[in-house]
């Protein structure tokens, strides 16, 4: 039930009232439109059942909207118009799709850019979009081969070609460009060929089955615009790759003049184009008249003809903004959510939607510590460990306990994992099977470990100024202190915390890991080889089995078979409790009503890509004013 | 005067290099590691659940390979003379955030400062003034009493809670919608509006933050505006004055006022640091694109380039107020002779 939020199931109840021009409207087109709320209500509800089923939604979904639609003579098919204005708590770094890092740029690049694949946001699989087709991938699983579609143009006009695709990867590949953190994820990419003007054939290093994923998802620049000199042209990917030291000149050119002179005016294929940025202020992207895709059947379509940023860093005032008719969508915290945002006034407004981010919180036990080596004294960990009251107290109601690490609407996830409740007595038969009692009457159980008597005493760690985490750490300590344990809490600076964590100093800690929306590879977390050198196995969790599962299957190519793979290595995790999953918190955002077609999206949450405003109710002149 | 001029200019040049190898050492030496925010944090931002080791190894590489780029591998005293190298001809570098000169950052955001600062010092000095004067003519009396209270009342409050309190309540949320909740313009603002329109836009959204701005500093000055005149009323001159049968308001507004502003026009300098400090509170309640939110945002981000940068202009500018003040010192006041004050 997580995904439907509670505003929505108050559109029944007040379906008619939507927008505030309402009242001057003819009555019949009120009905209309109260009519077409209830239809929308009706269809969350639906969805919200198949996301508990964990179903895969858009086959029954999508017929849905299409009755809906057609039930409605007047604005059942989305328009064109209005402007879409959403908060944004701090500027872009920069615009340039490759050597910028950060959360906010990507999100409005990826209305400017497009790739060759797409993830589907609804069943998360991956479709075709400049691509004709999925690419061949040879026997060998090393080679990928796309076919290009042949419709597609830049917002300039130019066609989409072989050529753009190439420069994209040499522009990755090409070490002098300001992007050393992108680059390490396409290490494996070796070389890549034009066979003709719209056929690509990429060559990684070793079969993965994520290859697929990564050649999908370069975001395609033209060359025209990024390499006006076209410095590249002789470079091939092999070189930038390997050694390029015959070419260093052109090299250099090319990367000076990328690094410098594209931080502010990005220009690709997608729906949307840059339109303007003024700093601390907003960004302004502009509907793509021309944009290749409109009407094109698998394309999504967009309809808000422009996408309004507002920068405001401060978390009030952009709430007051909201309310004050400034911002029509609005991430909101947990203590808005609860108090500020209540009402009739704000409800009549704003519709809210709840969603679960995919990450997720977990305590990780040192499995190298001689105290969680055994796995009943972990085990006993999860059965101290209340999270459900957790999920109430500390994150407001705003979470859901998660038990293993697969995002709960990817295919991958085992819906009969078991989730361990909050069993104090349970955990105490445990640790008592274990050997842990309380011997010479200090209160704290303790155990012969290696020849030495040991007392249950341990330290959990954590990053200073991360409420929740330290919120948790706290109530463990107190759950434990009543048994017998003494758990000690430790608060520390991120960069250091960091450093412990990396080289295995600590019993516990608490900490995230964001969770795949794609087909998910745990392999650097739980593979022994990762304990070492400061992989992201911290917790030297080593277990022969899940070593062959997870080799096994980045090598396996037939999707129901790594499905069961996966299963299985869920299961073995849930019964070993190498970590306490503790869970994933959810989101609300407020988005005006008079935007149709919002829903929440499994690929985590709300994308504003094809909503859309009916004529009357629409705000903002449909023109741009020149800036 | 010359002579002291030099003088004077050169004791600020050691003064100057402390003050920037002070502020190097401190930002250099605050734990934090540019390259490692750079690259997202690496452990909670790793991506698709972590790094592998050959891929954290990568990650390294590449943090090595950034460190290079911006020359942070080398010793911190080697950096500090290549940071004064590019001082001298006046090369801030570029920002390790987006690769752009800080020069251009900096003069971007440099109007919205300036135009804070400008009318805010404006409203201080013209209402503070006025009340000072009052309060000096009108010793003990009720309305004394009752002004130098209420400028202490809003010297109490603090302008982040004051500021917050007026964007919920007048900004248009739940209640009046009396000014913008930030920004600098409205949502619907265009080019094309005639220009009164686009003046009052703008007036609009600026008219909250330097109200805010300025509150605070009615109290300092118009006591400072009160003592010194209370210090002239009892000169002779005065006595003089008003025994010569002038009349009160003569005495008051040119003998007294005159002399009493000698102080004022001389703390006046100290505004221009303000001028490119900006105001970190402000700017960030009201979501306006300035100078301290820009540095704030750097030292958070430990954008060396840029708080190196803020840091030099404002501590220059701090140093030419200072001399600034003496020198206007001796211009308001006849009496101040520097070529006999240093011979």
Known sequence: ?627 | MISYLIQRLLLMMPTFFGITLIAFLIIHLAPGDPAELRAGGGLAAGGEGGLSTQRRGAIDRALQEWRVQFGLDKPLHVQYLVWLKNLFTLNFGVSFKDNQPVWGKILERLPVTIKLEVWSTLLVYLVAIPLGIYSATHQYSFGDQLTTFGAFVLFALPSFWVGTMAIVFFGGGDFFYWVPPGGLYSVGYSPNWPWWQKLGDRAWHLLMPVLMLSYGGFAGLSRFMRSSMLENLRQDFVQVARSKGLAERLVIYKHVLRNSLIPIVTIMASIIPGLISGSVIIETLFSLPGLGQLSYDAVLARDYPIIMAVFTISSVLTLVSILLSDLLLSVVDPRIAFSRRTA
């Open chain 1, 1 to 627: 039930m997580m995904t439907t939020p509670p505003a929505q199931f108050s559109c029944v109840s007040q379906p008619r009232r939507v927008g505030k021009q309402l009242p001057w409207l003819p009555r019949k087109n009120r009905e209309c439109r109260g009519g077409l709320h209830v239809a929308a209500a009706c269809l969350t509800w639906k969805r919200a059942l198949h996301f508990c089923l964990g179903l895969v939604l858009a086959s029954l979904l999508v017929p849905g909207v299409v009755l809906a639609q057609k039930g409605q003579p007047t604005e059942a098919r989305p328009v064109t118009g209005d402007w879409l204005i959403s908060h944004m708590l701090s500027d872009p770094e920069q615009l340039n799709p490759l050597t910028s890092n950060d959360a906010g740029a990507s999100s409005i690049l990826s209305y400017i850019f497009e790739s060759l694949l797409k993830r589907d946001p609804r069943t998360l699989e991956l479709k075709p979009h400049l691509a004709l087709a999925r690419p061949e991938i040879a026997a060998d699983k090393l080679e990928y081969t796309f076919k290009l579609r042949q419709d597609a143009h830049f917002q300039d006009g130019r066609p989409v070609t072989g050529e753009d695709v190439l420069f994209s990867i040499k522009a990755l590949k090409c070490p002098l460009v300001n992007a050393p953190f992108a680059r390490v994820y396409y290490e494996s990419i070796v070389d890549a060929q034009l066979l003709d003007p719209s056929t690509i054939r990429f060559k990684a290093r070793e079969p993965y089955f994520l290859n697929e994923n990564v050649l999908g998802g370069i975001d395609v620049l033209p060359r025209h615009y990024y390499d006006p000199e076209n410095f590249l042209k002789d470079v091939t990917v092999a070189e930038l790759a390997s050694d390029y030291s015959k070419r260093e000149e052109q090299v250099r050119k090319f990367a000076q003049n990328f690094n410098e002179n594209y931080a502010r005016n990005p220009m690709g294929s997608g729906p949307y184009k840059f339109k303007s940025w003024s700093t601390g202020q907003e960004v302004v992207l502009e509907r793509d008249p021309k944009y290749w895709g409109t009407g094109k059947e698998g394309i999504d379509q967009v309809y808000v003809d422009a996408r309004k940023l507002r920068i405001i860093n401060n978390i009030d005032a952009a709430l007051v903004n909201l309310k004050a008719g400034n911002l029509d969508m609005m991430t909101l915290q947990p203590l808005q959510h609860l108090r500020q945002t209540s009402g009739g006034r704000f409800e009549k407004d704003f519709a809210k939607y709840e969603y679960p981010t995919p990450s997720y919180t977990y305590i990780g036990w040192n499995n190298a510590q001689p105290i969680f080596r055994d796995i009943r004294v972990r085990q006993a960990m999860t059965y101290f460990t209340n999270r459900q009251q957790m999920v109430k107290t500390v994150l407001f109601d705003l979470g859901q306990v998660v038990d293993g690490p697969v995002y709960r609407f990817r295919p991958e996830y085992d819906e009969a994992l078991y989730s361990h409740p909050y069993d104090p007595q349970k955990a105490l038969e445990l640790l008592g099977e274990a050997g842990w009692k309380d011997t010479d009457g200090d209160g704290i159980l303790d155990k012969e470990i290696d020849g030495q008597r040991v007392p249950f005493r341990f330290e959990i760690k954590f990053n200073s100024g991360n409420d929740i985490r330290k919120s948790v750490a706290l109530a463990l300590q107190d759950e434990l202190r009543k048994h017998g344990i003494d758990a000690s809490v430790r608060a520390l600076d991120w960069t250091i915390f960091l450093d412990d964590v990396r080289n295995h100093k600590f019993d516990a800690v608490i900490v995230g890991w964001a969770m795949s929306v794609n087909e998910p590879d745990d392999y650097q977390v739980w593979h022994s080889s990762q304990a070492a050198n400061k992989g992201s196995n911290m917790i030297s969790y080593k277990n022969p089995r899940v070593d062959t599962i997870l080799e096994e299957y980045r090598r396996t190519f037939d999707a129901n078979k790594r499905i069961e793979l996966y299963r299985e290595f869920q299961h073995i995790l849930n019964v070993e409790q190498p970590y306490t999953f503790l869970f994933m918190q959810k989101a609300v955002t407020a988005v005006s009503r008079r935007f149709q077609g919002v829903e929440v999206l499994p690929i985590g949450g709300l994308r504003p890509l094809d909503w859309w405003v009916p004529k009357l109710l629409q705000k903002y002149s449909s023109q741009l004013s020149a800036q």
